[in-house]
């Protein structure tokens, strides 16, 4: 497929797909005769997985990490499900560190509306 189509399929600009290509995320892409990209249907699942996985908070190097050792068959399950668990305990602790900084808007924003209540502004 054409990388319109790719485009098209995936939500993913263009330059993004470039760039995924050239950062190794997409591979096994071919050129037809006018040398015009051609994707395999694979592609679709791979920039799916590649975004999910930026979802996540794994950076493209971690997820370069995690394709090339799944493409090679040097990650079994039980090593895929430690890289999940470590990046799950990362996603906790930021989680935790967002929650404790929304508290302080709370407590803040609180103060700030009393003030203004005190001084007739509300």
């Known amino acids: 497929m054409r990388i319109s189509e790719l485009e098209r399929r995936t939500g ?10 050239k950062q190794g995320l997409i591979r ?17 699942a791979r920039v799916s997985m590649v975004r999910q996985l930026k979802r996540l908070g794994f950076s493209l190097s971690e997820i370069r990490e995690l394709l090339d050792a799944v493409r090679s068959d040097r990650i079994d399950c039980l090593q895929g499900a430690a890289v999940m668990a470590r990046k799950g305990a990362l996603v906790d602790a930021r ?5 404790a900084v929304r508290e302080l808007l709370k407590q803040e924003q609180a103060r700030l ?8 502004l509300a």
């Open 28 to 44: 096994e892409v071919g050129r037809s005769g006018n040398n015009y990209r051609d994707y395999p249907e694979q592609a679709v």
């Open 95 to 99: 989680i935790a560190e967002l929650t």
């Open 12 to 21: 993913v600009s263009r330059d993004t797909l470039r760039y995924y290509e």
């Open 113 to 120: 509306e009393a003030s203004a209540r005190e001084h007739g």
